[in-house]
């Protein structure tokens, strides 16, 4: 293992951490709303957001960039505000939050929908607001589903490739994840080198999802209880 | 205490309650599905399509005419489902003490804990206790935000649940002690008379008896009204001490004696409630001779009237109107008619203690 091996398993531990922060209240909020909602809106919305999951990841990144540009609709937003993102480890992150947002979304909804809605009629009774059976009761019971969803969604985040070096390139030291960094590498024949990668990837993806596993299976244990 | 205008339309029928209730304790009686449920929830402001007027105690909690629609959370008033619907990621301390009101009394928790007698459970997961303790804890949870008014839905599955898990008694401590006033959903007209001043019955989502319970449980087991519950011969009373070494205790219910089995605790005396089922008291029309039964009652046949349980008897005895269940060929056999001096014979491990 090299420094440079280091940095860039830093490098992309942050934006990836950094872009499951990003969508986790978008996420929980999304969820709840589809769990709570009925009829043709929640379907429409419901296909939406699942469109990165189907989508190459290349097309999401595209409509990114166009996004992005300094004449497209956000971009230029960004650029009057002295903001430039493209090219930047902000895009990285952006690129990771929108790929894995329908993996929470998901893990969310699922997790709500078991939720008794019984139960908030209870807390309002009990003097709670609508936010405030939410928060004390919706959550709480929640909780697992949501940290699974947030699991997976960090773990799609490390390895996302096809929108990120379109939106953000691959420039060592400033953008290059290990997943971009396994491509280079092989690329310029370092096949060694891109395998201590893989090798760092494997580990952290199998702790992931293990956990993931792990707390949807005692979820499924407890509800069967 | 609280007047109500509530209209509801579920799948079978549309549920139309027009009523001024005043005792502070109501009964909801009638038969499963007649809407005493979405009744309850309506009144707590869990139904957004109820519709009408909700005052309680001269405060419009809903009054549709007027725009005015409290949310459940301004309401104040405590609900116990029939499945108790303890939040499952609370221990019981935490479901008590979900409801406790920031500005809540010192001691009240500790206090209600003592009126429901739950300390043992305190500590233990809604899954891990029984049917009659979520009761017990979810009628805490309810005090514990200090409600205006409870609404208590009996489970269905009480109906054999043992005395001593039933949360009567427990209702009972809570009016005396807390001076809450309550509507009880019960199949059990018994239960209904020991803890309710007034009843309401339902059918199919209407009112169809009205008034002191005492009238309306008379109505229903003259058949005046469908029945759809059980209905039990109710006595209050007061019960003497148990003498050392019987089993029996002497219960003077207006101008009867009657001797019932004596409580397990030897404290209980003094105000009681006792109940016998009619098809539990013999009936003859001559005196009856060396019987082992303990009670023996002379009375006068009121009247009788039959259907497919059988003939059901109204007979005056000792003050107090007894209603017997007869098989028809006994009754045939018996020639009863209205006046008839008949004998009534009640054993006493027949007679039931409630309160």
């Known amino acids: 293992m090299t420094a440079e091996d280091f940095g860039i398993l830093f490098l992309t531990l942050r934006v990836a951490a950094l872009a499951t922060l990003l969508i986790l209240p978008f996420g929980i909020a999304c969820g709840w709303f589809l769990s709570r909602s009925r009829g043709s809106l929640r379907t429409v919305a419901e296909t939406v957001l699942s469109l990165p999951l189907v989508l190459p990841p290349t097309a999401v990144g595209l409509l990114l960039l166009q996004a992005l540009r300094r004449s497209g609709p956000v971009g230029s937003l960004l650029g009057r505000a002295g903001i430039e993102v493209l090219f930047t480890p902000a895009a990285v992150v952006l690129a990771c939050a929108v790929m894995s947002f329908p993996f929470l979304v998901r893990f969310a909804r699922t997790a709500f929908e078991e939720v008794d809605p019984r139960l908030l009629s209870m807390a309002r009774t009990l003097g709670d607001s609508p936010s405030g059976a939410f928060r004390r009761v919706a959550l709480p019971l929640a909780w697992r589903g949501i940290l699974a969803g947030t699991l997976l969604a960090f773990s799609r985040a490390l390895g996302e490739f096809g929108a990120t070096i379109l939106v953000a390139g691959n420039i060592p030291g400033r953008t290059q994840t290990l997943a971009l960094a396994i491509f280079q590498r092989t690329h310029i024949g370092q096949d060694a080198a891109a395998m201590r990668l893989v090798g760092l990837t494997v580990v952290i993806a199998f702790a992931a999802v293990l956990a993931t596993e792990v707390l949807t299976s005692r979820r499924a244990r407890r509800i069967a209880t | 205490m609280i007047a109500l205008d509530v209209r509801l339309d579920l799948p079978r029928f549309t549920l139309q309650v027009e009523s001024d209730l005043n005792a502070p304790g109501v009964a909801v009686l009638g038969p499963s599905g007649s809407g005493k449920t979405s009744l309850l929830e309506s009144i707590a402001g869990l139904r957004p399509r109820a519709r009408g007027r909700v005052i309680l ?45 920031r500005d809540a009394r010192r001691g009240a928790f500790d206090e209600i804990i003592e009126i429901l007698q739950i300390a043992p459970l305190l500590r233990r997961h809604p899954a891990a206790i029984s049917g009659g303790e979520r009761q017990r804890v979810a009628l805490a949870r309810a005090l514990a935000a200090e409600p205006r008014l409870l609404l208590l839905d009996e489970p269905l599955a009480a109906l054999d649940v043992e005395l001593k898990e039933r949360i009567v008694p427990y209702l009972l401590r809570v009016r005396d002690a807390l001076h809450v006033p309550f509507l009880y959903v019960t199949h059990n007209a018994g239960e209904a008379a020991a803890v309710a001043g007034e009843a309401l019955l339902l059918r199919d989502g209407a009112v169809v008896g009205e008034g002191p319970v005492e009238s ?27 003498a050392a070494g019987t089993e029996t205790a002497i219960f003077h219910a207006g101008a009867a004696t009657l001797v019932v089995p004596a409580p397990a605790d030897e404290r209980i005396a003094g105000r009681t409630v006792f109940s016998v089922a009619p098809e539990d008291i013999l009936v003859s029309s001559a005196p009856p001779e060396r019987v082992s039964a303990r009670n023996r009652l002379l009375g006068r046949v009121l009247s009788a009237r039959e259907d497919e349980d059988g003939t059901w008897l109204r007979v005056e005895a000792e003050g107090f109107p007894w209603t017997v269940r007869l098989t028809r060929a006994a009754e045939e056999e018996l020639a009863l008619t209205r006046e008839s001096p008949v004998w009534l014979t009640i054993k006493a491990h027949s007679f039931r203690r409630l309160s």
């Open chain 2, 57 to 101: 105690d001269g405060v419009a909690l809903q009054d549709d005419a007027k725009g005015v629609r409290l949310p459940p959370e301004a309401r104040r008033i405590g609900y116990v489902p029939q499945d108790a619907l303890l939040f499952p990621h609370l221990d019981v301390a935490g479901n008590v003490r979900f409801g406790l009101r």
């Open chain 2, 216 to 242: 309306v449980l008379a109505a229903m087991a003259a058949g005046r009204v469908d029945p759809g519950a059980r209905y039990e011969n109710v006595l209050a009373g007061e019960l003497e001490p148990r």
